[in-house]
């Protein structure tokens, strides 16, 4: 086994690391706001709420923050969501904005937007 990757397992019972550690890197896998968090089912700014805020706990988790997130990935289910979207995005990140690509695609369970990112990871 290479000691210098390490896999934290989802909690969700899916084959996938919600966290890999490798490079001097943290790679979170994509997340979704759960559909039982209230109103977030058709709202895309609670829905990037959630996700954003539940990134932010991961990487604390792994000693790091927002501002360590060097890239983004973003996937909307509608690219018309795309202003809303944008606001709560720049709200999380407080001026240290990560490279990001943003596209439209059909979501799992019906999620309106999906973020995945890459942060530095503190040594």
């Not at 979170?28 to 829905?47: E, I, M």
């Not at 059909?106 to 973020?115: D, Q």
Request: charged content about 20%.
């Amino acid at each position: 086994m290479d000691t210098r990757i390490q896999r934290f397992a989802s909690e969700l019972p899916l084959p996938f690391s919600k966290v890999v550690r490798a490079g001097g890197f943290l790679f979170l896998s994509g997340q979704v706001a759960p559909q039982k968090s209230g109103n977030t089912a058709n709202d895309v700014a609670a829905q990037a709420d959630a996700v954003l805020r539940s990134i932010a706990t991961t990487l604390h988790e792994h000693g790091c923050g927002m501002a360590d997130v060097v890239r983004a990935s973003v996937w909307l289910a509608d690219l018309d969501d795309f202003p809303a979207f944008n606001q709560v995005y720049a709200q999380h990140f407080e001026g240290h904005l990560p490279a990001r690509s943003t596209v439209q695609a059909r979501l799992a369970g019906g999620a309106l937007v999906e973020i995945e990112v890459q942060a530095l990871a503190k040594e």
